[in-house]
Structure formats: C-alpha cells, structure tokens
C-alpha cells in the first residue's frame, strides 16, 4: 500500500474521532495470537484502530441524526472504517466477539506485542501519552506491504517504573465482581472499575469527559446528550 494511500486511510479516520492508527506487520509472529488474513503474503500491513476523548463531540452530532439504533457507537465505528478502508483490498476485525461465535481478537494483548501500550498490573493497556484513556476498535489488514519498521519488541512502559497505585482499587472492583468481572458486573459497579483508570498517574489530561465516561461504561443514552467539548 502507497504511502499517501495510508496517509488518506489515517486522515480519514481522525477526522472521525478515531485518532489512533498505528501501523504494524501482520506476519508469523502473530500467529499465536489471531488467525490473521495475510493474502497469500509472507507479512502485510496491520492498523490498531482506536480513539482517545477526541471521539466524543463528533460521536456524539452523528448519533443526534441516528437515534434509533440499538448500539449506536458500534454503528458509528462500523461506518466511519468501513468508508476509510473503501476501494482497499482488506478485512477489517471490530472488537467484541463476532456474531458467528468465533474467537474475538485479544486486542489488548495485540497492542502490547506490538508496541503499542502495555499491559500493566490491573490489566489496563497504557501508553505512554494517553495513559488508560483510549479504547480499541477495529484492526484492518491490508493486502499490502506491512510498514518498513522492525517489529516492535513487547512494550514496557511506562508501568515498569510505576508503584502500581492501580493495584489497590482493581483488587476491590475484582472482590466485587468475585473474580469474575463479567459485562453486567461492570456496568453495574462502573464507579469501582473507573477508579482504577483514575489511579493511573500516566496521561491525566487525556482523561474522558464525564459523559464520554458514563456512556462507555454504562452504555445509559441520557450521556449521549451531555456534549463536554474540551472539559
């Protein structure tokens, strides 16, 4: 895939919010991992698809036109990658588990393996400008070259230097979730799991409106209507 070609792809996506694209080879060494399509080629072009707080006013003027959807942020990844990618040879993965009941792709381990942000102590990525403040959305694989970097090593920080004060209230949300912190417990003790994000001392400014907070842990609409641009 030509450069500028990419440069579109990325453009396209950060005007959309989606401001995470990071470029990585899609080859062997990521066969224990996830059966990656890779078109007959030895090693291809990979993008880890994200946001960090820059999704939220654009998320936020879309879904005031599409009210009637059940998942409407879904809707809106779904759409805004699908036309980036358009007239691309590729095949794109969403986070979440697929409808055909296959294995989802472990996103967070796919991120630190490949340099994007570590995995730390209370099973959060971070990296080392947003800190925990982003989310995973997509990865797309393209029929084309992968990027002309070595492969990144496992990423390491910035966690190995941190007294971990992330530690503390994950061990209390796990407690309240007896070990087990399924989709429903989550949304149901959000406060507890938050405060695990907020103990993190890396990427503060990057920390997620209130709204944008309520509305990823909870999913409650009533957040879609508490626009905070800039706060």
Known sequence: ???FVVGDIEASLREAGLDIVHAFAVDARLDGLFAFPRFGREACLGLLIGNS???WPPFTAWQA???DLTDPLDHYVAEVVGRAVDQQRAEVIFTGRPKDGSAALPFQRLAHEIGFAALGPAHLNVQADFGPWFAFRAVAVFDAPPPAIEPARPSVEPCSRCPAPCRAPFDVAMARAKGKPERA???ADWKLWLAVRDACPVG???RY???QIG???TKDRRYLHEVVIGA
Do not use: N
Request: charged share 35%; glycine share 0%.
């Open 1 to 3: 895939m030509e450069r």
């Open 53 to 55: 707080r820059a999704l």
């Open 65 to 67: 036109t599409h009210r």
């Open 185 to 187: 417990s989550v949304r």
């Open 204 to 206: 503060r400014s990057y």
């Open 209 to 211: 409106s209130d709204a």
């Open 215 to 217: 509305y990823h842990y």
